[in-house]
C-alpha cells in the first residue's frame, strides 16, 4: 500500500523556520520524482519544489527561491522541505508528491497546514 505522510507543519511567525518531512512506503523511492506542493485558502495547488530521483539542488517556484531548500533522503525514504524567512503569504496545506515519468504514476500525501503568522 503506497502512503506518503507528511509531518512538521505547524504555527510560526513572520520570519520564522520549519521542516516538512514526508516518509514514503510502498514503491520504490528512489525511482520517484519528489515535490512539494501548496494549497492556500481560495487558491489552486501549486508546485513549490521538486527535485529528482538521485537529488541534487531542486528546482523552484519564484516565490520560495533562496528561503526553501528541498532534499531527500532515498535510505529513509524521505524528502524533507527546509523553509526559512517564513512570510505570511506561505500559509497553506503542504502535499507531499511522488512522481515517476517511466509510467505516469503520481501519488499524493494527505497534507500538512503551514500558518504564518504577521
Known amino acids: 500500500q503506497v502512503q506518503l505522510v507528511e509531518s512538521g507543519g505547524g504555527l510560526v511567525q513572520t520570519g520564522g523556520s520549519l521542516r516538512l518531512s514526508c516518509a514514503a512506503s510502498?514503491?520504490?523511492?528512489?525511482?520517484?520524482?519528489m515535490s512539494w506542493y501548496r494549497q492556500a485558502p481560495g487558491k489552486e495547488r501549486e508546485l513549490v519544489a521538486g527535485?529528482?530521483?538521485?537529488?541534487?539542488?531542486?528546482n523552484y517556484a519564484d516565490s520560495v527561491k533562496g528561503r526553501f531548500t528541498i532534499s531527500r533522503d532515498n535510505a529513509k525514504n524521505t524528502v524533507y522541505l527546509q523553509m526559512n524567512s517564513l512570510k505570511p503569504e506561505d500559509t497553506a496545506v503542504y502535499f507531499c508528491n511522488a512522481y515517476r515519468t517511466l509510467n505516469r504514476r503520481n501519488y499524493w500525501g494527505q497534507g500538512t497546514q503551514v500558518t504564518v503568522s504577521s
Open positions: 527535485i529528482n530521483s538521485i537529488g541534487g539542488r531542486g
Open positions: 510502498g514503491f520504490t523511492f528512489s525511482n520517484y520524482v
